[in-house]
Structure formats: structure tokens, C-alpha cells
């Protein structure tokens, strides 16, 4: 079974910062499409963003010039660098690996951003 390991959730005030990062095997961390997901009491899961291998980045629009997605090949670790998070960013957030019909998900792990 794949594990995709979660770490660096918590609770933020508005206008902080958090660092979530996210480590694969590393057979699946070199070929597959690398993402963050999340997904708030009473509403769907949602991308975030995602890394592909070859590809350009994309990013949901409500974290456009907030978040930034990266890769670390060397550590086999995704990262989700977020900035400037508001309320409205608090969620469960999920690591994803996916490529062609088949993915793999983290445990999830909780961001709040509360004063």
C-alpha cells in the first residue's frame, strides 16, 4: 500500500503562514502528478494545486498569489508553502499522488486559520 506521509498542519491567524510538505516512494514520487487537495466541514474536496512532472502548475483561483507548490526530487517531498491564509482557507488538506486513472491520498492533515 502507497503512504504519503503529511506533516506541518495547525492552527494560524489570519495573515499567517504555514508549510505543509508531503513525502511519496520515491517510484511514485518521480512519475506521478503531485497535489494538494482540501475540504471543509459540509463541502466537497477541492484542488488546491498541483505539480505535474512535465506540465505547468496549476492553482486554484481563491489561492492564486498566496500558496505556492513545490518539489523537492532529491527528498521526495511536496511542499504547499501558504501565505496571507484567511478563515476561509481552513480545512483538512490533503496530499495526492495521481497519474492516469489511479491515486493515492494522505491521511489528511488540519489547517484552521482563527484568531
Known amino acids: 500500500q502507497v503512504q504519503l506521509v503529511e506533516s506541518g498542519g495547525g492552527l494560524v491567524q489570519p495573515e499567517g503562514s504555514l508549510i505543509l510538505s508531503c513525502t511519496a516512494p520515491?517510484?511514485?514520487?518521480?512519475?506521478?502528478?503531485m497535489g494538494w487537495y482540501r475540504q471543509a466541514p459540509g463541502s466537497q474536496r477541492e484542488l488546491v494545486a498541483d505539480i505535474p512532472i512535465y506540465l505547468p502548475i496549476n492553482y486554484a483561483d481563491s489561492v492564486k498569489g498566496r500558496f505556492t507548490i513545490s518539489r523537492d526530487n532529491a527528498k521526495n517531498t511536496v511542499y504547499l508553502r501558504m501565505n496571507s491564509l484567511k478563515p476561509d482557507d481552513t480545512a483538512v488538506y490533503y496530499c495526492?499522488?495521481?497519474?492516469?486513472?489511479?491515486?493515492?491520498w494522505g491521511q489528511g492533515t488540519q489547517v484552521t486559520v482563527s484568531s
Open positions: 520515491g517510484d511514485i514520487f518521480s512519475r506521478y502528478t
Open positions: 495526492n499522488a495521481r497519474r492516469g486513472g489511479v491515486a493515492y
